[in-house]
C-alpha cells in the first residue's frame, strides 16, 4: 500500500523561506511605504515574529488563527495576535 504524502509544512517566515518569494517583497515593500505612526518599530517587529516562529499557529509565513501573514500583520503597531490569550 502506497503512503500518502502529507503537505509540506514550514513553521517559518517568509523571509526564511528560499527562492523566488514575491510575497515577501509586497510585505517589505508594505512596511516601507507605510505610514511612519501605523508602522511597528523595529525592535518590537523583530520581538513579535519571534513569538510567531514559536508558535505552533505559524505554518509557512501564514497565520493559521487569523490567515495573514505574520510579516504583513505584525508591521502595524495596532495590530495585535489574535489568540485569545496574545502572544504580542
Ligand atoms: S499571530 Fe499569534 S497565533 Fe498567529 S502565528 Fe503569531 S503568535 Fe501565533
Known amino acids: ?3 500518502a ?3 509540506k509544512v514550514c513553521r517559518c517566515l517568509l523571509r526564511d523561506m528560499t527562492g523566488e518569494n514575491d510575497y515577501l ?3 517589505e ?3 516601507a511605504t507605510m505610514p511612519r505612526r ?3 518599530p523595529d525592535a518590537l517587529y523583530e520581538t513579535r515574529l519571534a513569538c510567531c516562529r514559536d508558535c505552533e499557529a ?3 509565513g501564514t497565520c493559521m488563527q487569523c490567515g495573514c501573514y505574520v510579516e504583513m500583520r ?3 503597531s495596532d495590530m495585535h495576535c489574535p ?3 496574545p502572544r504580542w
Do not use: G
Request: glycine share 0%.
Open 29 to 31: 515593500r508594505y512596511r
Open 83 to 85: 489568540l485569545t490569550a
Open 38 to 40: 501605523l508602522r511597528t
Open 74 to 76: 505584525a508591521a502595524r
Open 58 to 60: 505559524l505554518q509557512n
Open 1 to 3: 500500500m502506497e503512503e
Open 5 to 7: 504524502t502529507q503537505p
Open 25 to 27: 517583497r509586497s510585505v
